[in-house]
């Protein structure tokens, strides 16, 4: 860290590390921000309704099978994407599976990894390695040479060295009924993990591989839990239908807990053609953890039935093979919820488009600049049989799967709606802040607020008809009071716990707010960020057989001297 103001004021220390803390630090206030995507901070919602919304679409797809050394035969499947900070570029790795004349799967459908990279996440550079032969030449992107199946999951691994900053964790075998050593063997997808100083060339420790045997085949999600600091797995469980989401965690990458199903398909707010859940994908997102999840629609009588055989045209749902991307989300990484609103976050395409057949969660969103880029692959066609075999199907493999990418905008994943009819939500006690922000598309519509004691009471000065209301959409829209003054500034010393925050929404979807305490020191700030830390350590060590005040095992202390 470099001085650029006065030696030993923190706030005018440059941290070319985490500019965003830099540029809280030097503004003389903390933010507190609050997302609405469950009920936790807040006391009362009247008259409103929570909405999950969807992410913009890129309009085309941003990786495609044109590379020269790409053939007719090649698909674009599973994908990791990260973005690295170290040298500001996002990264992918991709597999590759190659069809057979009949387009099935088997020992003839080889796979194996690609590398790309971008300086502007759109625009996607595939380079010559140089590395490996594959047919013929090592003019190609290729990391791994071809195998019967491989799939994976890449991380940027903060707890460790350079030399392994790039973590795999992958499966690689003989492929689907090729009679090779997991089939003669009759156990299910071994996982095995490698590591990478440059996410090009991979060490694989032999000593611990496979690390995880007895999950389903290619669908898995590698995640750091930063707060815990604990690798996370996600996959799905044997026997593989029902699909649904398993949570795996590990302090080192070999040793693995099983922490059991954390979401299963088929509850009182889904369809009732949700019964699977494909894949999951998680990221950390201000207070939460969020996922997108791959929701599978399939026949509740006998998915396998509808796989096989393609519906009748006036059967009441058509969607039968589809999958799109819907929201899971959890507070401490561990306990997973859906919000009673399952739309999508990212939908399904018109029939015929890259994406209109079905999606799958490319490996893990990435947020920049409080937008969430969710980058997702995607086929043309259904997740069944009848879509290739039985339906006229003439688009040839390499233009059958895409790399796509859609983008939530800042804190857009879930909002609190008001029509015409005025709807009111209160917020726990708080403060009094100092300034107040909004996150809400309020064009045609307002937003107001006011500050209530927790006796009911508002506050003089403070009320509604006070209130200068939001009017316009956008974030960082500030609410003000007509006399000017700050409610921290001029009432805090009355009311002393904190105030309730009532806000008022019609014609208004309200994403987030956000509180300000003034900082001049930045050590509320850092109060801030470490806060999860803090929580994690005291509530949630995973020491649950023991007091934290039990004395310590092992040897015994030295005898003190008087």
């Not at 030696?7 to 507190?32: A, H, L, V």
Request: proline share 7%; with cysteine; charged share 25%.
């Amino acid at each position: 860290m470099s001085p650029i103001g006065s030696f030993g004021d923190f706030r005018y220390t440059k941290n070319p590390f985490n500019p965003k803390f830099e540029r809280q630090m030097m503004s003389g206030t903390c933010r507190y921000k609050f997302l609405v995507i469950d009920d936790q901070d807040l006391l009362e919602i009247s008259n409103l309704t929570r909405k999950v919304n969807q992410a913009i679409k890129h309009p085309e797809p941003v990786v495609k099978m044109d590379a020269p050394w790409d053939t007719d035969d090649d698909v674009f499947d599973l994908a990791s994407v990260v973005y690295d900070e170290a040298d500001g570029l996002f990264k992918m790795w991709y597999q590759i599976y190659t069809v057979d004349s009949r387009r099935e799967y088997g020992p003839s459908c080889p796979a194996k990894m690609a590398y790309a990279f971008s300086s502007d996440g759109l625009n996607w550079e595939k380079p010559i390695l140089n590395r490996l032969e594959i047919n013929g030449t090592m003019e190609h992107n290729f990391v791994t040479p071809e195998m019967g199946n491989f799939s994976m999951s890449v991380l940027i691994d903060p707890s460790d060295p350079s030399e392994r900053r790039f973590k795999m964790m992958f499966l690689a075998d003989s492929g689907f009924g090729s009679g090779g050593e997991t089939d003669w063997a009759k156990f299910h997808v071994p996982l095995c993990i490698a590591y990478s100083p440059d996410g090009i060339h991979w060490d694989r420790p032999v000593h611990v591989n496979p690390v995880l045997r007895g999950v389903s085949d290619g669908i898995f999600a590698l995640y750091y839990d930063e707060d815990r600091r604990k690798y996370v797995l996600f996959s799905r469980r044997v026997p593989n239908l029902p699909r649904d989401i398993s949570q795996y965690e590990s302090y080192d990458l070999v040793n693995w807990e099983d922490k059991g199903r954390v979401l299963v398909a088929g509850d009182e707010f889904d369809s009732r053609y949700t019964t699977d859940l494909h894949a999951f994908s998680p990221v950390r997102y201000e207070q939460f953890h969020l996922a997108v999840i791959n929701t599978m629609y399939t026949l509740p009588e006998s998915e396998s039935y509808s796989v096989f055989q393609k519906p009748p045209a006036d059967y009441p749902n058509q969607m039968l093979g589809t999958m799109d991307l819907q929201l899971a989300y959890s507070r401490d990484g561990q306990n997973w919820s859906r919000p009673n609103d399952r739309s999508p976050v990212v939908a399904l395409g018109p029939a015929g488009s890259p994406d209109g057949g079905f999606i799958f969660p490319i490996n893990n969103p990435i947020v920049r600049d409080g937008d969430t880029w969710i980058y997702y692959s995607s086929r043309c066609r259904r997740h069944n049989d009848w879509d290739l075999h039985q339906s006229g199907y003439n688009v040839t493999p390499r233009n059958e799967g895409f790399g796509m990418l859609a983008k939530m905008p800042e804190d857009h994943w879930v909002s609190l709606d008001a029509d015409n009819n005025e709807g009111s939500f209160v917020c726990k006690p708080w403060g009094p802040p100092h300034e107040i922000f909004v996150n809400a598309d309020a064009q045609g519509g307002s937003i107001e607020a006011e500050l209530v004691t927790p006796y009911g009471k508002v506050v003089p000065d403070y009320s509604r008809n006070d209130c200068i209301a939001a009017t316009a959409s956008g974030k960082n829209q500030q609410i003000k009071w007509k006399n000017g003054k700050s409610a921290w500034e001029s009432i805090a010393k009355d009311h002393r716990g904190g105030l309730l925050m009532k806000f008022y929404l019609k014609n208004a979807k309200l994403y987030s707010y956000t509180f300000t305490l003034p900082d001049a020191d930045g050590q509320l700030e850092r109060d801030r960020v470490n806060a999860r830390w803090c929580e994690h350590i005291k509530h949630r060590s995973g020491n649950w057989g023991r007091n934290s005040n039990e004395p310590a095992t092992g040897r015994a202390a030295l005898p003190t001297t008087s």
